[in-house]
């Protein structure tokens, strides 16, 4: 069989994988399902801030807008770094940029406990956990679903962006439980062992590219071996697909940013997501638990209602995949930002104490749209980009996370000026509108009639 044709892998391809790889399932499932993990054990971070920003700002005595800025460098480069590790991971591989990732992401957290000045947190949350993080943003969702699926990509790209909340859902509670009877250390290297346990299944199960295992893409035809021992031509097609560029990641990278700076579609695109991310990670995901604190919420009830927003941010993510696979992308995400602003709108009046059912609702719905945004917006980037988009995607990404980064500083400044988030709160509402209307205006095909290149067009083949 060819390096391209589908078999079961060999022990030459597989190593410890072909000895336990279930017969008659595709390896690409089994590749996104170690991907699922990975995520999982570098989300731990993610929810952190919020729950551990109180114990440390009583314990130092740091003021609510320092604490905001080291969130704010760890958003800035989780998302900066992303584009440049696509191109890593696309150079030099999935599974190494991977395990590197989680090896900072784990050494920032444990080094964290270490802090005893603002700088030492701008070191450890700020510069080491915001670039492991962002080698391991949802810019991996687009290479894993570009590199391994033909079909399906919109529900994996929906199941890998849902890894994220789910370790928010499985790290919060036990971070706040931590961080109230035993110290805010303890969650912090609780958080590094997290993304430590995954780095031995990325480095058995994990694979680049199916070119690694001899076989193609999921949702690709069989393709049999010619009389000689050759590929056959839809091999040699289908792989411009799975090639791994050998130019310098970061020239890569910067020029897949001169080529989609040229379009607009691609400033559209980056507009709407760094709202997103204003209005998620840098709003909710770190200043909800400091806020229901100053409205007399206990930290961990606090903490317990953003983990039912990652219970159902991950139905809410799924479910966009599987309609990204079938509906318009564009109206998905006016669709989307649309039901955000207005959560985010009624938020000023239904924090309080405990917890009521209108609080419940809210917590409902934005878990529902948390991260939504991401399988469609993944779309926009491969219809439009071709074999850029996930390159493209990253710096899109990019753009979420340096609105993340505005916002937490912001809503920080906010605080500290007024003595609530209620100008924040409202200020993100009117934003969300705004993100639905630029998102709905997309334009459709290529930017500026551009040819699609090749490997898009050989994909689509097999669409």
């Not at 060819?2 to 892998?9: E, L, N, S």
């Not at 706040?176 to 009877?181: E, F, G, K, N, R």
């Amino acid at each position: 069989m060819t390096r391209f044709g589908r078999r079961r892998p060999s022990t030459e391809s597989g190593s410890g994988l072909s000895l336990l790889w279930p017969r008659g399932i595709h390896p690409a499932w089994i590749i996104a399902a170690v991907a699922f993990l990975a995520l999982v054990g570098a989300a731990g971070f993610r929810a952190a801030p919020g729950v551990l920003m109180v114990p440390i700002e009583e314990e130092f005595s740091w003021s609510r807008g320092v604490l905001a800025a080291a969130v704010g460098v760890n958003l800035l480069l989780f998302g900066l770094t992303a584009p440049f590790a696509a191109a890593l991971m696309q150079r030099f591989g999935i599974r190494g940029v991977t395990t590197g990732a989680l090896f900072i992401v784990a050494a920032g957290s444990a080094l964290s406990t270490f802090a005893t000045s603002p700088w030492h947190l701008m070191l450890t949350w700020g510069v080491l956990i915001g670039t492991g993080t962002g080698s391991m943003a949802l810019v991996f969702a687009a290479v894993i679903s570009q590199t391994w699926f033909v079909k399906r990509r919109g529900l994996i790209a929906g199941v890998l962006t849902a890894g994220s909340a789910t370790g928010q859902l499985i790290f919060l509670p036990f971070i706040a439980q931590l961080a109230v009877t035993t110290g805010w250390r303890s969650a912090s290297l609780l958080i590094a062992l997290g993304a430590i346990l995954v780095v031995p299944i990325v480095l058995i199960w994990m694979r680049n590219s199916p070119a690694d295992l001899g076989t193609t893409p999921y949702g690709t035809p069989e393709l049999p071996e010619r009389a000689d021992g050759a590929a056959g031509p839809a091999a040699s097609a289908l792989s411009n697909v799975v090639a791994t560029p050998k130019r310098n990641p970061a020239v890569e990278a910067l020029s897949a940013l001169k080529f989609a700076s040229r379009h607009r579609t691609f400033w559209a695109l980056a507009a709407g997501f760094a709202i997103c991310g204003a209005t998620t990670n840098g709003l909710i995901g770190t200043h909800f638990i400091p806020s229901a604190h100053d409205h007399g919420m206990p930290e961990t009830t606090a903490a317990g209602l953003l983990a039912v927003v990652g219970i159902f941010d991950i139905v809410g993510t799924i479910a966009s995949g599987w309609l990204t696979d079938r509906y318009n992308p564009r109206i998905l995400l006016a669709g989307y930002y649309a039901f955000r602003g207005l959560s985010l709108l009624a938020l000023p009046f239904l924090l309080s104490a405990t917890v009521h059912p209108s609080m419940v609702i809210f917590i409902v719905i934005y878990g529902l749209d948390w991260v939504a945004t991401v399988p469609p917006t993944i779309a926009l980037c491969r219809e439009l980009f071709g074999d850029r988009g996930p390159l493209v995607f990253g710096w899109v990404f990019a753009a979420h996370q340096i609105g993340a980064g505005i916002a937490s500083v912001a809503a920080g400044i906010v605080r500290e000026e007024t003595g609530h988030y209620t100008v924040a709160w409202i200020g993100a509402a009117g934003l969300c509108i705004i993100a639905a209307v630029v998102s709905v205006s997309i334009r459709r095909g290529t930017p500026t009639g551009d040819a699609v290149p090749a490997a898009r067009v050989n994909a689509d083949k097999f669409e």
